[in-house]
T-cell receptor, first 110, second 113 residues
Framework: QKEVEQDPGPLSVPEGAIVSLNCTYS??????FMWYRQYSRKGPELLMY????GNKEDGRFTAQVDKSSKYISLFIRDSQPSDSATYLC??????????FGSGTRLQVQP | GAGVSQTPSNKVTEKGKYVELRCDPI?????LYWYRQSLGQGPEFLIY????????DSGLPNDRFFAVRPEGSVSTLKIQRTERGDSAVYLC???????????FGQGTRLTVV
């Protein structure tokens, strides 16, 4: 079983929609959970991170962790065409290196 | 520089050749990471440097892959006897310390023909 699993999509939504992106993880010891955004032909950039369970909000983005089900989510409100990118969930494993999900490609149609 | 710089941005090489990929981290960042990203996949960890030493090289797929960071700044990823399966985007990231946010470069797209 992979440490982090993510639905690859692609996901296509109209502008203004609420987007839900999800990952599952296997190790209940994981404490930090991260979401990266990667535009085409660019490196990933950190969008948000959360520690342990609960929600964290930053503008139109909300990250949610449910440790009981080992499920992490990223919600995007009022999605914009500029949100079109690949979204990667990640957890720190080993010596602070990151293990990434496979990424979900999001397309927001104007 | 302002961000992590990787050169070249694209590299096409023939099967069996040797390649070197360079990473210039953000100035002052002591931690440096190499990842490999295949098409449609997330980045996969290769090696982590803390200063000049490789603190974790458990992600290197085999002994054809080697990386150095001799002065604790610039790092070079070296691939010997390249194979078509080595084709991927090689990403470098750096962070101020090992427990802080890592910033990624734009990657080197390696194509082995």
């Amino acid at each position: 079983q992979k440490e982090v699993e993510q639905d690859p999509g692609p996901l296509s939504v109209p502008e203004g929609a609420i987007v839900s992106l999800n990952c599952t993880y296997s190790n209940s010891a994981f404490q930090y959970f991260m979401w990266y955004r990667q535009y085409s032909r660019k490196g990933p950039e950190l969008l948000m991170y959360t520690y342990s369970s609960g929600n964290k909000e930053d503008g139109r983005f909300t990250a949610q962790v449910d440790k009981s089900s080992k499920y992490i989510s990223l919600f995007i409100r009022d999605s914009q065409p500029s949100d079109s990118a690949t979204y990667l969930c990640a957890v720190p494993t080993g010596r602070r290196a990151l293990t990434f999900g496979s990424g979900t490609r999001l397309q927001v149609q104007p | 520089g302002a961000g992590v710089s990787q050169t070249p941005s694209n590299k096409v090489t023939e099967k069996g050749k040797y390649v070197e990929l360079r990473c210039d981290p953000i100035s002052g960042h002591t931690a440096l990471y190499w990842y490999r990203q295949s098409l449609g996949q997330g980045p996969e960890f290769l090696i982590y440097f803390q200063g000049t030493g490789a603190a974790d090289d458990s992600g290197l797929p085999n002994d054809r892959f080697f990386a150095v960071r001799p002065e604790g700044s610039v790092s070079t990823l070296k691939i010997q006897r390249t194979e078509r399966g080595d084709s991927a985007v090689y990403l470098c990231a750096s962070s101020r310390t090992r427990n802080t946010e890592a910033f990624f470069g734009q990657g080197t797209r390696l194509t082995v023909v």
